[in-house]
């Protein structure tokens, strides 16, 4: 029940994005192994209820994280590291075309790969939604990855919980 309220919200707020025929787009874009439309979904949804929860921006914030890997194939030609450090201005610029962005939402977009890119955040949206893409990036590409690494991965990590334990 709750879930469906959220969720109600959540596409209430991010209708007109759904709706953008440039943004639709970024649905047959790869994206740490799955597309970049749903990634982009879950970093929203989830920068939706812990906003709203801490009574942030969450409108704002919302739309921004629905935004902040919203680029089509602007940096494929680049090496990882520099399309690393280059798409979230290619984010930025790209949204701006189609959509209003408060300051809020340029900081959230354009700061959301710190510290890889060296502008922090000013904001406490932006941390939020730097943190939530930061984990949802480790789980789908976790998620998407052979038996074989998530063998290794898993016991890498168990090997670090007893590590830190002792
Ligand atoms: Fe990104
Ligand atoms: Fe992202």
């Not at 970049?36 to 929203?44: D, F, G, K, Q, T």
């Not at 921004?64 to 450090?85: G, P, Q, W, Y």
Request: hydrophobic share 40%; with cysteine; net charge positive.
């Amino acid at each position: 029940m709750l879930r469906k309220i959220f969720t109600n919200e959540f596409n209430y707020i991010v209708r007109d994005i759904k709706s953008n025929e440039e943004f639709m787009k970024t649905k047959s874009k790869a994206h740490h192994g799955i597309n970049r439309y749903n990634h982009l979904e879950r970093v929203a949804f989830y920068t939706f209820i812990v906003t709203k929860c801490l009574r942030l921006n969450y409108i704002e914030a919302t739309r921004a994280a629905f935004l902040h890997d919203f680029f089509i194939d602007d940096v494929e030609h680049m090496s990882t590291i520099k399309a690393l450090r280059r798409h979230p201005r290619c984010a930025l610029d790209n949204s701006k075309k189609y959509f209003d962005l408060t300051p809020l939402q340029e900081d959230i977009i354009l700061t959301h790969m710190f510290p890889v890119t060296f502008t922090p955040p000013k904001y406490f949206e932006s941390v939020i939604v730097d943190v939530i893409d930061d984990i949802a990036g480790i789980y789908e590409k976790y998620k998407s990855s052979s038996k074989e690494l998530k063998a290794a991965l898993t016991y890498i990590f168990m090997l670090t919980i007893n590590f830190i334990k002792k």
